[in-house]
C-alpha cells in the first residue's frame, strides 16, 4: 500500500480568483435593517469555478471557520479572526491572509451604526455568471444569497463595526 504525504498547499489569493464583496440592507424581525456583506469569488481562478470554491473554503477552514448556516457571534468571539471596519464610507473585512473592501451606501451605513455590527457571509459558492461591467441587481442578489446552496457553502458572521477614533 502507497501512501501520499498529506501536506499542507501554500494558499495563494490568486487561487480565489476575483473576490467580489456586495453589500445590502434588510429588515429584520425586531423592524430595523440589518446591514449585510457578502463575499464571494466570481469564479475565474486559474483552476475554473471549482478551484475557486475549493480555496474559500481551505481559507474559511484553515481560519476556523465552518460552512453551514450556524451563525458565528462575533460580538462574543473577540478572538474571531474576522473584523469589520467601517471607515470613509467603506466596508474593510480583515481576517488571516486576506482583506477586502467595498464602498457602502448610507443606508448601509445608518443600519450599521445603530447596530453596531453587520451580517458577513463569506461563500465558497462561485457568483454564477460574469458580471463584467454588469450591475448586480437586487433580484439576482437575493436570489443567489437565499439559495440552499450557497448558504450551505457559507460562513456566516455577525461582526462587530469598529470605526477609527478621532
Not at 41 to 56: C, W
Amino acid at each position: 500500500m502507497t501512501t501520499t504525504p498529506s501536506e499542507a498547499r501554500p494558499f495563494h489569493p490568486a487561487d480565489l480568483g476575483t473576490l467580489a464583496i456586495m453589500h445590502w440592507t434588510g429588515t429584520i424581525q425586531d423592524g430595523n435593517d440589518m446591514p449585510y456583506l457578502l463575499a464571494c469569488s466570481r469564479g475565474d481562478a486559474p483552476g475554473g469555478p471549482e478551484a475557486a470554491s475549493a480555496a474559500v473554503e481551505r481559507l474559511l477552514n484553515d481560519i476556523g471557520l465552518s460552512l453551514g448556516d450556524d451563525v458565528i457571534d462575533g460580538r462574543a468571539r473577540p478572538s474571531l479572526p474576522v473584523s469589520l471596519l467601517v471607515v470613509a464610507g467603506q466596508a474593510v473585512v480583515t481576517m488571516p491572509r486576506l482583506t477586502t473592501q467595498c464602498p457602502v451606501p448610507p443606508a448601509w451605513l445608518t443600519a450599521v451604526a445603530k447596530r453596531g455590527c453587520a451580517y458577513f457571509l463569506f461563500t465558497a459558492r462561485p457568483w454564477p455568471e460574469p458580471q463584467v461591467g454588469k450591475v448586480v441587481t437586487a433580484d439576482a442578489l437575493r436570489e443567489f444569497v437565499t439559495a440552499e446552496e450557497t448558504v450551505k457553502a457559507s460562513a456566516h458572521l455577525l461582526l462587530p463595526a469598529r470605526s477609527l477614533r478621532q
